[in-house]
């Protein structure tokens, strides 16, 4: 019912939504009509099936949450049944991914050839979602995160500061830019500016007029050099070479990343022994204070 009734939501009509589930017109229709009276209520203002009601928009929004978690829990189900020898799901934020996991599945496929791993870049709501409904054995996000269930481990924690182009003005200056500095030269705010606890930055950043929720996006745009941002010094390691890393006066945040093993893995053994391989790594380099070069 809730699949039928979000394509017809989605298609707002009733003969392309019953092509695309392979169900008759009055099929579909037929189904509509059992969920409306099983609710009492109407979803669709009218018999046209392009007007959602309130409850019909409501309803709508559960459903496609629903519908998602059921879909990623059918094809984990049919992964697993596919990997006799294993299977490894990882969620990770991009610049953990990019630096380790390279070396890390290398090893893991060494070991164990038959291994199937599942890599996913995600932000840390989006890992935490996964390891929540059973979606990743193991997850790196940025923070402490308590979660039933799941083993957590300190991997590192690396200062925040100035990301922008090396021939910016920011950049060349020989003193450390301030919070002001940074705001205004074009300041672009992004998720894990809301890391910093630093009360004179969120009161400098609230009203920032730009936005960049994708790392790769907001890497572009600092590359113009028209804008700057505020990151962690590991997220500009994969960054491209014309970028610099500075400290900012009056900022000494720093974040923290972890690493998540959900105990209840179907494949722990595996699991653990990859997420061995993540806590094992040299993280060192994460603790420069320097300027540095990226």
């Known amino acids: 019912m809730l699949r039928c009734f979000s394509t017809v939501a989605q298609t707002g009509n009733l003969l392309e939504a019953a092509d695309i589930l392979g169900r008759t017109q009055s099929a579909v229709s037929m189904t509509l009509k059992q969920m409306e009276e099983h609710l009492g209520e109407r979803l669709f203002q009218s018999d ?131 919070i002001n500095d940074v705001v205004s030269a074009g300041f672009v705010k992004n998720n894990l500016c809301q890391l910093i606890e630093t009360p004179e930055f969120h009161a400098a950043t609230d009203d920032a007029r730009l936005t960049a929720r994708n790392t790769s996006s907001l890497i572009a745009m600092v590359r113009r050099n028209k804008w700057v941002t505020v990151l962690p010094q590991t997220v500009v390691q994969l960054a491209p070479s014309d970028l610099v890393f500075r400290e900012i006066d009056g900022i000494t945040d720093r974040r923290q990343v972890n690493l998540f093993l959900r105990k209840n893995s179907p494949f722990l053994g595996l699991a653990t022994e990859l997420g061995d391989l993540i806590i094992n790594y040299d993280w060192s380099f994460t603790n420069t204070d320097a300027i540095t070069a990226v």
């Open 48 to 178: 046209r099936k392009n007007r959602l009601t309130v409850l019909g928009e409501q309803v709508f929004g559960l459903a496609q949450t629903q519908l998602r978690q059921f879909d990623e829990t059918v094809r984990a189900i049919e992964a697993s049944a596919k990997a006799p020898h294993g299977l490894i799901r990882v969620v990770s934020v991009p610049s953990v991914a990019g630096l380790i996991f390279p070396i890390a599945i290398e090893t893991m496929t060494q070991r164990h050839p038959s291994l199937k791993i599942e890599l996913r870049d995600a932000d840390t709501e989006q890992v935490t979602s996964a390891l929540i409904h059973g979606h990743a054995d193991i997850g790196v996000a940025s923070g402490q995160i308590a979660m039933n269930g799941i083993q957590q481990t300190s991997l590192f924690s690396d200062r925040f500061g100035l990301i922008c182009a090396s021939d910016h003005p920011l950049a060349l200056q020989d003193s450390q830019p301030t």
